[in-house]
């Protein structure tokens, strides 16, 4: 059926490390995405962390 | 789409029409270059939220010095200017932000915007927020200065923090000798916060903050008091272990009501009752909260608005088959919001989100991204020389320590260079309009900036030189900036070395060549190793997905370890889940399956795997694939302690679903069997959760029955936590046991006598049961070393499969183009692992549906005129990318010689094959001997 076309992008509400991850997979394969974030800049809780287990990487 | 909300979803699955209100910035986001001007000039402090409150942040602001995008925002709730504008004030004060924009990007008068944007599907990720632990009073949190959440306590810790990492107390400054941390801040407390539920996190990251803590302060005493440590993620355990036996963390396993100030001098005390059963009190110099993730009230609005469930515990609703799928059709949710979550499980869901989306919308694939396009490339072969040099000011980030108009003057001079110019910002907007015109205009060839980091800003000038019809590597960046006008605080000496790397740059570039993009070619089928529910999700999912699957079963049949389940943990019947994927793998036309087959050979690289499958009757079949999922599963451990298999009753937790429990009154069930001890220091993840079913169903069945629960931790973590607290309701009864001093089972006539030292009263008692059930664990295969030898793909300490990333790849192996995905990888249960599946399937489709990887043209090349085959840079090749040709000689008779080849997908350009080479015969191309030594020579010749 003609008017149950699909429209070929997403909307990701929330811009942590979650929402970054599934947009750049959507994107990766072909999807054009809209990443929504209520804060001035994504990164979410995890740029908050000081070092993360187990590498002591920097969340960065 | 930043400072950005949903207010309104109409529409269906396939065609929602979203409306986002967007808040004013009041800063231009193409002309603000984050020079950060502004927020010096900015006369108004507030509360940083990014350090939880420990530190202060002014009205305009970026969020962090790493924000992306790293554009700055006005506050309009506290900026001077902007509420006074709201008052309706005809006076405005302040304004000094706008008057130190150089780049003009201030605007004042910036307003809400509202878009309708139409998309085939919605991922809710709101995330979570932490527990305000200010309104439940008993922790003195918002009274007593040095009483911190554990976030606050991360911002302490951080570098970037407050503090910039030194340990010391709020209240006075004074350093930090003694720290508590009390866990289950609104966590597992329905009558101070409402949160039944456990959070899943804190144990682990108040073990984390307790052992940096210590490396920061030497001599710091740390206590966690605790009700049951949950470290059940991957490696959490031997974590644990280190942090008790090496760094020497305290762990009390006590509930603390209350902390009271001691004196006026900032002291805590604490009341608690110690391992030993004895009262004690203990005074800290601060205590942090280890506080819990709450879904915050926003987010339920939101929910209730896009018409989506959420469970009492106020996460979105799913089923343990579908984890990521919402109660609304295309709408699905990911992370913190879809139940407490660490964060490589959040990742998991986030790629398993796009997997699930994209079964939704394959039809729509591609069609509404596009592909850049870029004029047709010059060639600038046998050209002289003709390079354009362009130094950045970076507003007076440069500017202020770098004399740039004699650096200007000063790269005129240099061989080679046609034109040289300045710019306020070299990366903005018009000054990459601009440069595109100079090449055009001028015929450059060459280009060097003189500016920042190439990490950064390497990329979009590429871009730029493509736009003009120029190969992307024939620019050089001189970082003047980061390792210069930064870090000197000498104009003379700044401005004398910024010339000397830009003599350094321009030395290289003269002698950069074009580079042709490398390309591989990709078979777009998917090879799925594992019949089970992880392995037949992804396979389901890639093929919905469009592309070509081969499922590999080693036993007969389909189905793999969830044969053996009757229900997830939240009570959803397993088997008619199970036959239903079978089904829906059995009948779906792209999927191909082998049962009773195993992998028997394999190789190739990322787009090109060859792997041989090796049937029962010895048929060998060749499949050919782009992308791999490991999804082999793992073993249940077999007991060889507590008399399993000896003494009749004492069976394992799967034996007893199905077991005869009639007429049977006394019950006890030993929990982590196998699992966190020497040999195997990890949680098995489930057993506890499949114990307190058991009971949960045992009580309900009969509550005259006498059901006993020996642990060591309950781990009903994140919602499981309701099903604990339902079976102490029912009276199932829990003793903790410890590792020193595990359960004895002995038969006793009729009756099996089990003996545990009771912690509460401090003595060992013995119960007389009817059945013992062994919560026994979960190991891994046998065979995972050879599968893990024949893709190259490492196993962890434990035996299991090791993901490229704990946090951030964790469905990825190192080696490109090979997933992972279910209890191959770590013990875990349904729903994590169909998560997981889904996760590989989504990060696999990220490569199948491209026909080509295009790789970064930065490689090793032979020069076979030198390379005579000696073979050393074979050796010294991490990642194998280098083989040794045998050519055969042109002339009759001549013996044959050897030449190496680089595989270019293998090649990361690393360099350590040309530093090795002792005849130049390999280079790394844009990093030639030639290159390189103009460079030093540059760098030399002063």
């Known amino acids: 059926m003609l008017d149950n076309k699909k429209i070929g992008s997403v909307m990701i509400v929330g811009g942590g490390v979650t929402g970054m991850q599934s947009a750049l997979d959507l994107a990766d394969a072909g999807y054009y995405v809209y990443l929504v974030e209520k804060s001035g800049a994504i990164g979410g809780a995890m740029a908050q962390l000081d070092k993360t287990f187990p590498t002591n990487d920097c969340s960065m | ?431 990459q309009e601009g440069l595109a015109v100079r090449i055009k205009e001028l015929g450059l060839n060459r280009v060097a900036i003189a500016a920042c980091t190439p990490r950064t800003h390497e990329p979009l000038f590429r871009e730029t030189l493509k736009s003009a019809g120029l190969n992307q590597y024939l620019v050089e960046m001189a970082n003047i900036r980061n390792h210069n006008s930064w870090v000197h605080d000498s104009k003379e000496i700044a401005t004398k070395k910024a010339c000397d790397l830009v003599r350094m740059a321009v030395a290289k570039v003269t002698f950069s060549a074009s580079l042709a993009p490398i390309s591989v070619p990709i078979t777009q089928t998917a090879l799925v190793i594992g019949g089970g529910v992880a392995g037949m999700t992804s396979a389901l999912n890639l093929a919905e997905q469009g592309f070509v699957v081969t499922l590999v079963e080693k036993s007969a049949k389909l189905g793999g370890n969830a044969l053996k389940l009757d229900h997830t943990w939240s009570g959803e019947e397993v088997a008619p889940q199970v036959a239903k994927l079978i089904d829906q793998v059995n009948w779906n036309e792209k999927i191909t399956v082998f049962t009773e087959t195993e992998v028997s050979a394999a190789e190739g690289f990322v787009g090109n795997f060859k792997t041989t499958l090796k049937g029962k009757d010895g048929v060998e079949t060749v499949i050919e694939h782009g992308a791999g999922v490991v999804a082999v599963g793992a073993d249940a451990y077999q007991p060889t302690e507590y008399g399993y298999g000896e003494i009749a009753g004492v069976v394992n937790g799967i034996d007893f679903d199905s077991a005869d429990k009639a007429g049977k009154k006394n019950f006890v069930f030993i929990q982590c069997v196998g699992s966190r001890e020497e040999g195997h220091m990890y949680c098995s993840k489930v057993c506890c959760t499949h114990s307190v079913q058991s009971a949960i169903a045992l009580k309900k069945e009969d509550p005259s029955r006498n059901v006993y629960i020996l642990y060591r931790d309950m781990r009903t973590y994140a919602q499981r936590e309701k099903l604990y607290r339902e079976a102490r309701s029912l009276g199932v009864m829990f003793i903790n046991y410890e590792i020193h001093g595990k359960p004895q089972v002995t038969k006793n006539g009729d009756v099996i006598d089990v003996q545990v030292i009771d912690h509460v009263l401090h003595r060992p008692v013995i119960i007389k049961a009817d059945m013992v059930v062994l919560a026994s664990g979960i190991r891994p295969k046998s065979d995972f070393k050879t599968l893990s030898q024949m893709y190259k793909i490492s196993l962890d300490g434990d035996g299991f499969f090791q993901e490229a990333h704990a946090k951030l790849r964790p469905v990825d192996f190192a080696t490109d183009g090979m997933f992972v995905a279910g209890m191959a990888h770590y013990p875990k249960p349904l729903e994590e692992s169909v998560a997981q599946a889904l996760a590989a399937s989504a990060r696999a489709a990220t490569l199948l549906s491209k026909l080509e990887v295009t790789l970064d043209a930065i490689k090793a090349q032979v020069d076979s005129s030198k390379c005579d085959g000696c073979a050393l840079c074979v050796d010294v090749c991490p990642y194998h990318a280098i083989s040794l040709l045998e050519v055969k000689a042109t002339a009759e008779g001549a013996a044959p010689t050897k030449v190496i080849d680089v595989n270019k997908a293998k090649c990361k350009g690393c360099g350590l094959c040309q530093a090795t080479c002792p005849k130049e015969g390999v280079a790394v191309a844009g990093f030639t001997l030639q290159q390189l030594s103009s460079q030093v020579s540059a760098a030399l010749a002063i």
Request: with cysteine; hydrophobic share 35%.
């Open chain 2, 1 to 431: 789409m930043t400072l950005s909300e949903v207010t309104n979803i109409s529409g269906e699955v396939g065609n929602f029409n979203v409306t986002v209100k967007e808040a004013p910035r009041y800063v231009d986001m193409d002309k603000c270059i984050a020079c950060g001007a502004c927020t010096e000039k900015c006369p108004k402090k507030v509360d940083s939220e990014y350090d939880a409150a420990t530190g202060k942040r002014k009205a305009i602001y970026v969020k962090y010095s790493q924000a992306v995008p790293l554009k700055y925002q006005i506050d309009g709730s506290q900026c001077l200017r902007l509420t006074a504008m709201a008052k309706g004030k005809e006076k405005l004060p302040c304004g000094f932000c706008e008057q130190v924009c150089d780049a003009g990007a201030i605007n004042y008068n910036d307003t809400e915007k509202t878009h309708e944007i139409n998309v085939g599907a919605i991922v809710m990720a709101p995330g979570f927020e932490a527990y305000d632990p200010t309104n439940a009073k008993v922790w003195g949190f918002g009274v007593y200065p040095n009483v911190v959440t554990s976030l606050q306590f991360e911002r302490y810790l951080s570098a970037t923090g407050p503090t910039e990492g030194h340990l010391v107390r709020p209240s006075d400054g004074k350093k930090v000798k003694k720290v508590a941390f009390l866990q289950c801040i609104g966590s597992r407390d329905e009558n101070t916060c409402g949160n039944g539920y456990c959070s899943s996190v804190c144990c682990m990251y108040a073990i984390k903050e307790a052992v940096i803590a210590k490396a920061h302060e030497p001599g710091l005493e740390t206590s966690i008091f605790y009700m049951d440590m949950r470290t059940h993620g991957k490696e959490f355990d031997q974590y644990m272990e280190r942090a008790k036996n090496d760094s020497g963390v305290n762990f009390i396993r006590c509930r603390v009501n209350s902390v009271e100030p001691q004196g006026a001098n900032g002291d805590l005390r604490l009341s608690y009752v110690n391992n030993a059963g004895v009262q004690i009190e203990e005074y800290f110099d601060l205590v942090v909260l280890s506080v819990g993730l709450e879904t915050p009230k926003h987010v339920l609005e939101l929910a209730e608005m896009a018409g989506i469930e959420v469970t009492a515990d106020r996460f979105a609703k799913t089923k343990d088959f579908t984890p990521v799928t919402t109660t609304r059709d295309g709408i699905f949710t990911a992370g913190a919001f879809a139940g407490p979550k660490d964060i490589p499980q959040a990742v998991v869901e986030g790629s398993a989100a796009a997997a699930a989306v994209a079964d939704v919308l394959a039809p729509a694939r591609n069609e509404l991204t596009k592909e850049a396009v870029f004029p047709e490339e010059r060639n600038i072969a046998g050209e002289e020389p003709k390079i354009g040099v362009f130094v950045c000011h970076c507003g007076s980030n440069i500017a202020g320590m770098v004399d740039v108009e004699a650096v200007e003057a000063y790269a005129k001079t240099l061989p080679g260079v046609a034109h040289v110019e300045r710019n306020l910002f070299t990366c903005s907007q018009d000054a």
